[in-house]
């Protein structure tokens, strides 16, 4: 761990956010998204924001940050840490160097969203650590990277989805298709109403009482979640005389975009996947073809749900990859006494 030096983050948003996105962080990491964080899990915690430095000769690169909620002997990161690619092998040292001086505790690492191999290896490595527990997931996603231009991609996909979107093209030669940045709650009652539809077709619920408490749970998410991510949040639907037959809700950050939620209605035509495609070449010519077009996780505890199957199939027919990730739950015990973080200004700088 020698040459590593933690310090408290004093810079502004803008700062952080740029940081996250040339460590191709997940949406998760950003400044606002701690907001989201310490509302669904840590309402009785306070928040540091650290970065990470390696000394170098006699000055100092930062390498990392990260944001952690810190309550009673349990510590929770925002998401994961964020470290420049030319210095994830640091992963372990650096993770070390961080819960050394939080301290003893109990600790918890991942998000859904976190697009990093598991850490499950590392942690085990790290005098002191012990595993609690551990939830194994896929996040899947498309590797634009994978293909040299866009017509390549499109023709690897299955052949399906182009069929569907040629039929849309016929039934449908007029369809409209917009996007909606920032708050409008028309738009996000529209995404909950058909997201509700879609849920009850699909049989996931039955009944009005759980449709309309659908709505309004949908609802309240999207208005927090446009509320604190504002401009990075929208919306887009395809109209056919002025009826809304599909409707999405994604996130842009960095050269990622992720696909928060949708809906189709029934017997659309492939209206919905001529939208669907519409987002992702959006995606790949908003990065020139050297992002990711993130699409969610799944659960090996949810193999045998049809409709999850459906999902995976569907993301796999758009040229989606699943790559495994985790979410873990593990105890730190500190052989020595806990050192106070420090700021890179002070003379007294912290050196693991």
């Not at 023709?155 to 989805?161: K, L, M, V, Y």
């Not at 929208?234 to 994604?250: K, V």
Request: charged fraction near 25%; proline fraction near 1%.
């Amino acid at each position: 761990m020698t040459g590593i030096v933690i310090s408290t983050f004093c810079g502004n948003e803008q700062e952080w956010d740029q940081f996250a996105q040339n460590c191709n962080a997940s949406f998760q990491c950003g400044y606002r998204a701690a907001k989201i964080w310490k509302m669904r899990f840590c309402l009785f915690s306070h928040l540091k924001r650290v970065e990470i430095f390696s000394r170098s000769s006699d000055r100092l690169i930062k390498i990392g940050q990260c944001a952690v909620y810190i309550s009673f002997r349990l510590i929770k990161f925002a998401d994961c840490l964020q470290l420049i690619a030319d210095y994830r092998v640091l992963w372990q040292d650096v993770m070390h160097a961080l819960i050394e001086n939080f301290g003893s505790g109990y600790y918890s690492y991942g998000s859904s969203w976190n697009i990093e191999p598991t850490r499950e290896a590392d942690l085990i490595n790290i005098k002191g650590v012990s595993i609690r527990d551990i939830s194994r997931f896929n996040i899947y996603y498309i590797e634009f990277s994978k293909w040299a231009t866009w017509d390549k991609y499109y023709q690897s996909t299955s052949g399906n989805i182009r069929r569907n979107i040629k039929n849309a093209n016929k039934y449908y030669p007029k369809s409209k298709f917009y996007i909606i940045e920032g708050f409008n709650l028309s738009s996000i009652f529209n995404i909950a109403i058909g997201r509700s539809k879609l849920f009850m077709r699909k049989g996931l619920y039955q009944g009005i009482v759980k449709f309309l408490l659908n709505i309004i749970m949908f609802s309240f998410i999207d208005i927090i979640r446009i509320r604190i991510f504002n401009y990075r949040q929208f919306f887009a639907f395809a109209e056919e005389r002025s009826a809304t037959l599909s409707g999405y809700c994604g996130i842009d950050f960095g050269l990622s975009h992720y696909y928060l939620s949708g809906f189709t209605e029934q017997h659309n035509h492939g209206l919905g996947w001529k939208l669907l495609y519409k987002l992702i070449q959006r995606a790949w010519e908003r990065s020139d073809g050297r992002g990711r077009f993130v699409m969610g996780s799944d659960d090996y505890r949810w193999q045998d749900e049809k409709s999850w199957q459906g999902l995976l199939r569907s993301r796999q027919q758009c040229g989606a990859s699943p790559y495994p990730t985790s979410m873990i739950k593990f105890r730190y015990k500190a052989e020595r006494r806990r050192r106070k973080v420090l700021s890179v200004g002070q003379t007294d700088r912290l050196e693991a």
